[in-house]
């Protein structure tokens, strides 16, 4: 069974901090990352998209990918109270040709001002 | 329009009964998904289709849920003899493939609540 794990908080950190998600996956086969933001009641929007070992950076947000170690994390710069919200791990089915994704269970963001 | 649409937006269905939920989502796009989420187990994929209107129920659970592209565009996710347990969000999202990999737009869900 592929699965995705994330730690489901909450996550407090205080404004202006560094909060730092992260997830772990066990299909070894999977090539495409992504992470999405979801406010209650919204529908999940994509955040940053990562496929390459390393750090992809956008804005305040910077995604690091390590599949050696089946490892990818957010990091959202200067938190803003705006950022609370449950952040969504997704990976790529690696087997699937048609782009299935495989969520995590979110880990919900508090940013206190 | 330019996005995802579900409907409805909440339904309130009696233990047992089937329902039926509906995605109308971008034109072009191939394959729709439907994921359930819960609090307690986050998001699943339940089934998917293809544009050539396959049914698939490779999702979890199985038997119960199938979902069908009545229109190219449109999908409509059925669940049979409802259970409490169903009671989620229920996702549609469609995807898309560029050069640069595969994209993906949500509805905003439908809510469902079994009583």
């Known amino acids: 069974q592929k699965e995705v794990e994330q730690n489901s908080g909450p996550l407090s950190v205080p404004e202006g901090a560094i909060a730092s998600l992260n997830c772990t996956y066990s299909d070894r086969g999977s090539q495409s990352f992504f992470w999405y933001r979801q406010y209650s009641g919204k529908s999940p929007e994509l955040i940053m998209s990562i496929y390459s070992n390393g750090d992809k950076e956008d804005g305040r947000f910077t995604a690091q990918l390590n599949k050696a170690s089946q490892y990818v994390s957010l990091l959202i710069r200067d938190s803003q109270p705006s950022d609370s919200a449950t952040y969504l791990c997704a990976v790529k089915d690696g087997s699937s040709n048609t782009g299935k994704l495989i969520f995590g269970q979110g880990t919900t963001l508090q940013v206190k001002p | 329009g330019a996005g995802v649409s579900q409907s409805p937006r909440y339904k309130v269905a009696k233990r047992g009964r089937d329902v039926a939920l509906r995605c109308d989502s971008i034109s072009g796009h191939v394959t729709l998904y439907w994921y359930r989420q819960t609090l307690g187990q986050g998001s699943e994929v339940l089934t998917y289709?293809?544009?050539?209107?396959?049914r698939d129920k490779s999702g979890r659970p199985s038997g119960r849920f199938s979902a069908e592209r009545p229109e190219r565009s449109v999908s409509t996710l059925k669940i049979q003899r409802t259970e409490q347990g169903d009671s989620a969000v229920y996702l549609c999202?469609?995807?898309?493939?560029?050069?640069w990999g595969y994209g993906y737009t949500f509805g905003s869900g439908t809510r469902l609540t079994v009583v």
């Open positions: 289709s293809q544009s050539d209107a396959q």
């Open positions: 999202a469609s995807s898309f493939y560029r050069a």
